[in-house]
């Protein structure tokens, strides 16, 4: 990298001209920072790029397939791995935060991916303003939602904080099966009292299943309870 202009060299580029400024290998570069006796760290990041066609393929490719790379070794491999799931979680906030809710399919889309294979339940707050516009998704529970452990005031708390006037609640059945129990309609029922309590609007919540989903507050509104 040394024979490069200082003004090519990617740290000082990013420095002097900013980051958008870089190609793709160049930002690659600065992530597997030193290169070979034969390459430097352009011409590798370059050889990556052209396994993975582009930056989002190094998702789709394994830590032993960039390992293939003369210059990739495990830590960089696996550092490229962390920094493309950053990324991609980074994308996923920025995709929903202040994105409209019309109805339940609206947040059961941008919840599956990453709620469908879970092996643990969790339970997630999405708290939406006055137009139904997502300000933030909050993970609030780990564990079966009949649990001890499960408390409305929990739920409800990052609504009291912001002073969000609406909330919709998800969790996940590992099974795979999004048919509600028991438990999900009693939970549902007590989060509903609290909200009338304190002003806020349940608008759902919903069970999420592998690929699937079910709307508890429709089948309330429609009767469709499980008998105590």
Do not use: W
Not at 126 to 148: C, F, H, P, Q, Y
Not at 187 to 208: F, Q, R, S, Y
Request: hydrophobic share 40%; aromatic share 2%; glycine share 4%.
């Amino acid at each position: 990298m040394k024979q490069l202009p200082e003004a090519e060299r990617p740290y000082e580029k990013l420095k002097m001209y900013g980051e958008e400024k870089l190609s793709n290998a160049e930002l690659l570069a600065i992530i597997i920072k030193c290169g070979t006796k034969d390459e430097n760290s352009i011409d590798i990041a370059n050889r990556v790029l052209l396994l993975t066609q582009n930056l989002k393929g190094i998702k789709d490719v394994s830590i032993v397939d960039l390992m293939q790379i003369k210059g990739i070794g495990e830590v960089k491999a696996i550092q490229l791995k962390a920094l493309c799931e950053i990324t991609s979680r980074m994308s996923k906030n920025n995709n929903s935060i202040s994105r409209r809710i019309k109805r339940p399919k609206d947040i059961a889309e941008i919840l599956m991916e990453e709620m469908s294979f879970k092996k643990q339940e969790v339970i997630k707050a999405v708290i939406l303003n006055t137009k139904n516009e997502i300000l933030r998704i909050k993970d609030v529970s780990l564990g079966d939602i009949s649990s001890a452990t499960v408390s409305v005031k929990n739920i409800l708390a990052e609504n009291i904080r912001m002073q969000a006037p609406k909330i919709i609640i998800a969790h996940n059945h590992p099974s795979g099966d999004s048919t509600p129990s028991e438990a999900d309609y009693n939970i549902t029922k007590k989060i509903i009292k609290a909200c009338d309590l304190l002003g806020i609007e349940l608008l759902d919540h919903l069970v999420i299943g592998n690929g699937n989903y079910t709307s508890i507050m429709k089948k309330l509104h429609e009767g469709l309870v499980v008998k105590k």
